[in-house]
């Protein structure tokens, strides 16, 4: 079945390092993926998505690329800031019977970035 | 603009007793989701819903009871709850035209 994988954390940065936060999946056919973002006591928020093969979604200065030859979408920021240390989870959309979009989830990767 | 929202955001209650978490969508999305969020295991997805009437079951629905009588709402029942089922629990929602599925903001349970 489908499934997502993160890289485990928890992911401990200085401000205005570079992040990589690595996720592969495994789907049949042709997925969106998507990365969330939770911040501490919210529920999760969009930060950025690829509907296909070598998409790239941005936004805040996060960024993944769709790479369907290696079934990944790692997430990367090239230089963060306090204000991102969240737990940020991959996932990837599976239509399920009579629902609309049902997303499948990794297991969340905490970010905590220091000054 | 009021979105997405659940109550009660905080829960204790006893092993045994039904609890209700409702959910309320102002968009009039049709599709709706009730995930739980606990440590080691991400999101993993309870039930879900494509409009009125019309549920099925997620990754892990056993203990868990759902209904949709009406497109805005989709309450989440625990009819007899467990200690194994102290969890935050996330409704969510989007709509027929659109993969970007929006949350909200969390009912944390908790069964002693």
């Known amino acids: 079945g489908n499934s997502v994988t993160q890289m485990e954390g928890p992911v401990t940065l200085s401000e205005e390092a570079f992040l990589t936060i690595n996720c592969t999946y495994t789907?049949?056919?042709?997925?969106?993926l998507f990365w969330y973002v939770q911040y501490p006591g919210e529920g999760l928020q969009l930060l950025l998505k690829?509907?296909?093969?070598?998409d790239k979604g941005s936004n805040k200065g996060f960024e993944a690329t769709y790479r369907k030859e290696t079934t990944s979408f790692h997430l990367e920021k090239g230089s963060v800031q306090v204000s991102d240390s969240a737990v940020y989870f991959c996932?990837?959309?599976?239509?399920?019977?009579?629902?609309?979009?049902?997303?499948?989830f990794g297991k969340g990767t905490t970010l905590s970035v220091s000054s | 603009d009021a979105g997405i929202t659940q109550s009660p955001r905080y829960k204790i209650t006893e092993t045994g007793r039904q609890v209700t978490l409702m959910c309320h969508q102002t968009w009039s999305h049709s599709y709706m989701f009730w995930y739980r969020q606990d440590l080691g295991h991400g999101l993993r997805l309870i039930y879900y819903?494509?409009?009125?009437?019309?549920?099925d079951k997620g990754e892990v629905p056993d203990g868990y009871v759902v209904s949709r009588s009406k497109t805005e709402n989709f309450p989440l029942t625990l009819e007899s709850a467990t200690r194994s089922q102290t969890s935050v629990y996330f409704c969510?929602?989007?709509?027929?035209?659109?993969?970007?599925?929006?949350f909200g903001e969390g009912s944390w349970l908790t069964v002693v």
């Open positions: 789907a049949t056919g042709y997925p969106s």
């Open positions: 819903s494509a409009a009125a009437d019309i549920t």
């Open positions: 969510a929602s989007n709509s027929w035209d659109s993969e970007t599925i929006y």
């Open positions: 996932a990837l959309s599976s239509r399920a019977n009579q629902a609309g979009t049902a997303l499948i």
């Open positions: 690829a509907t296909k093969a070598d």
